[in-house]
Every structure is written in C-alpha cells, then in structure tokens.
C-alpha cells in the first residue's frame, strides 16, 4: 500500500524519467556498440570489447570527409536561416502591413509538409533553374526548411518582450542602434540561440531533402546510408556518440552558466 501510494505522489516524476529513458535507449545502444569489435561487416551483434575505433576514428575511406562537409554544410545553413529568420521575425511582430496573416501561414507550410514534397519541389526548382545539383543546392534547401524553425522560436520570444524596457532606454537618451544592441537583442537572444542550435541539429541530420538535392555530393547521413547496404562500420557509431556527447556537455555547460547568473542576480 505504501508502495502505491509513493508513486500516486510521484507519478509525474516516474512518467518523466521512464520517457526519457526510453529516448536515451538508441544513444545508449549506439555507445555500447562504438566500443564492439564485429567479425563480419555488420555491427549489429556484441562479440569483442575495442577501442580500435575510437583510437581511428577516420580509419573508413571518406566518412571523415562527409562529416566534414555536413558539419560545414549546417553551419553555413544555421547562420543563413538565423539571420534572415530572426529579421522575418522582428517583421511579423513589430510591423503591420499587408498580407501579414497570409506570410504568418506560409512560414509554417515547410514544418507541415512532409519533406518528401518540399525535396522534389526544390529538385524540380533547381532543375528548371538549370543549377548544377551539389553544396550550393544543399545549403540553399537548408536554409529554406530551417527558415521556419527559426522564425517561430524567435517569434515567441519577441512577442513575450516587454516594450517598456526599450521605451525606458530610450527615455535615457539611447538612440536606435544603441537600443537594439544593448536592450532588444540580449532579450532576444534565448530564442535566437534556440534557432540556430535547432537549424544546425536539422540541418546536420537531413537526409531526405539531402539527397534528392545533392547531386554526387554525400554528406555524413548520406554516407551512413550507403554504409548500410554494404556493412556498418563501427566508427559510425563512435562519430554518434562523439556528438551526442558534445550537445550533452554543451547543455549541462549551458545550465551551470545559467545557474551562476541566477545566484549572481540573487
């Protein structure tokens, strides 16, 4: 009864934790197996414990060079997509002009249609524009679909901002520039940031939209992709849990800076 009784109190708690261990479950299984040493080309079944392939991260033939090109692939799409999507953003909040509402719609079109659509529509695009299918594509089509996300996490964000704060600053004298570096875009900023990381994870992961545009490019998905028609190779699972590790670090990074500024503040 007492058992009972301890998780009717703490049912959320225990909802919460089994969801998240059920999401972390692929990431603990990717990290198990970055440390197996398989016997044949597959990396689907425990045999021998290795470090082989963390010591040779880069030992498979070109899968270095692919995660290269995704990784610069991403960053230049996060900065397009955050620059002209926090602009989109400031103007769909500060601003009344026509067909406001119709523009509203439509940024959300790319986060509903299937991505199967949006990546024969860009194809067809590309073709009747006669552009050669490669990098330049890639980033255009990214930069395309992460427009939206971006948008809406600034969106949000500019629309819980307090305009007294800038009328105050500008009651003190600050002129408009001033005003926006010192006063609109540090408010801004968590949901710009929150843009950007989000384009970049989406960005980095695309494979659908990817390889309809890609041409004789192959980017990291795509080569894990190929891989496993052929064989998994176990570095695939190391670059996994290299990255998972990183946005791990940078989070918990991101929340002790948070928490010092709060005692700070206190």
Not at 39 to 61: I, L, M
Not at 83 to 112: C, D, H, K, Q, W
Request: proline share 4%; charged share 10%; net charge positive.
């Amino acid at each position: 009864m007492a058992v009972f009784t301890w998780l009717k109190r703490r049912l959320v708690v225990v909802a919460g934790l089994l969801t998240l261990a059920y999401l972390l479950l692929p990431n603990i299984v990717v990290t198990v197996f970055s440390f197996n040493k398989p016997k044949g080309r597959f990396n689907y079944e425990w045999q021998h414990f290795s470090t082989d392939a963390w010591k040779d991260p880069c030992g498979v033939a070109d899968m270095c060079g692919s995660l290269g090109l995704s990784l610069q692939i991403a960053l230049w799409a996060t900065i397009g997509a955050t620059a002209l999507g926090t602009m989109i953003a400031f103007a769909l909040v500060r601003y009344r002009f026509r067909a406001r509402g119709a523009v509203n719609s439509l940024i959300f079109l790319p986060m509903a249609m299937p991505e199967v659509v949006m990546a024969a529509s860009l194809l067809t695009l590309f073709l009747n524009m006669g552009a050669q299918l490669g990098f330049w594509t890639i980033l255009i089509a990214h930069i395309m679909f992460c427009l939206s996300f971006v948008v809406t996490a600034v969106k949000a964000r500019v629309m819980s901002m307090d305009p007294r704060l800038e009328e105050a600053a500008r009651d003190l004298y600050a002129g408009p520039v001033q005003t926006f570096w010192r006063v609109t875009l540090p408010i801004a900023a968590p949901g710009i940031a929150a843009g950007a990381l989000l384009s970049f994870a989406l960005s980095f992961d695309d494979f659908i939209i990817t390889n309809f545009n890609a041409g004789s490019t192959v980017t990291f998905p795509m080569f894990v992709w190929g891989s496993a028609q052929r064989g998994t190779p176990v570095q695939i699972n190391v670059i996994g849990t290299a990255m998972f590790l990183i946005a791990v670090l940078f989070v918990l990074v991101s929340m002790l800076v948070t928490h010092r500024r709060g005692q700070q503040k206190a």
